[in-house]
T-cell receptor
Framework: GPKVLQIPSHQIIDMGQMVTLNCDPVSNHLYFYWYKQILGQQMEFLVN????????KSKLFKDQFSVERPDGSYFTLKIQPTALEDSAVYFCASSLGSNQDTQYFGPGTRLLVL | QQKVQQSPESLTVSEGAMASLNCTFSDGTSDNFRWYRQHSGKGLEVLVS????GEKEEGRFTAHLNRASLHVSLHIREPQPSDSAVYLCAMSIDYNQGKLIFGQGTKLSIKP
């Protein structure tokens, strides 16, 4: 099926530093998403993004989080500054439309904040 | 806030026997239902999507949706050891711009 790529696969960072997670979505997709999965817990929605704007964000999407997709390149999630509780696997997804269109997921970025 | 509960938490099935997984949701507002699976350390792979009551088959995977009983199930025909993974059900509401709400997952193990 369609492939979503995520870079890096793993990232270890000191608390308080900035981190940027990169997502290369399916080429013709228009909707982009970030989800967070803490080890052993449920996958949870963070944010969705369409036409250059955040459409909806959850309470997990703290003020330290931001997303963008400059000039149709990578869809990025930036955390500045990072906190210990940000340690998790972050999954990017994309879909052609919202609602009934399938979201395709990347393999995740494993973020460890020390 | 819609909640999703999956059962069982884990399931072991012999190769070739039918595997059945269940998902219940907290109210009837969801419109779209999907089953994904996640092999250890990997991303999510979509298996089947279902939008109306009844049955939807994709290869060896069949989903059943019954909105009245707030229940969606997944049946895997002739499972193989490579089907061992965590299976996640997810739902969304049409006006929520595609936001998926996930269950906690069922860990499926297929014994050769």
């Amino acid at each position: 099926g369609p492939k979503v790529l995520q870079i890096p696969s793993h990232q270890i960072i000191d608390m308080g530093q900035m981190v940027t997670l990169n997502c290369d979505p399916v080429s013709n997709h228009l909707y982009f998403y970030w989800y967070k999965q803490i080890l052993g817990q449920q996958m949870e929605f963070l944010v969705n993004f369409y036409n250059g704007k955040v459409m909806e964000k959850s309470k997990l999407f703290k003020d330290q989080f931001s997303v963008e997709r400059p000039d149709g390149s990578y869809f990025t999630l930036k955390i500045q500054p990072t906190a210990l509780e940000d340690s998790a696997v972050y999954f990017c997804a994309s879909s052609l439309g919202s609602n009934q269109d399938t979201q395709y997921f990347g393999p995740g970025t494993r973020l460890l904040v020390l | 806030q819609q909640k999703v509960q999956q059962s069982p938490e884990s399931l072991t099935v012999s190769e070739g026997a039918m595997a059945s997984l269940n998902c219940t949701f907290s109210d009837g507002t969801s419109d779209n239902f999907r089953w994904y699976r996640q092999h250890s350390g990997k991303g999510l792979e979509v298996l089947v999507s279902i939008f109306s009551d009844g049955e939807k088959e994709e290869g060896r995977f069949t989903a059943h949706l019954n909105r009245a009983s707030l229940h969606v199930s997944l049946h895997i025909r002739e499972p193989q050891p490579s089907d061992s993974a965590v299976y996640l059900c997810a739902m969304s509401i049409d006006y929520n711009q595609g936001k998926l709400i996930f269950g906690q997952g069922t860990k499926l193990s297929i014994k050769p």
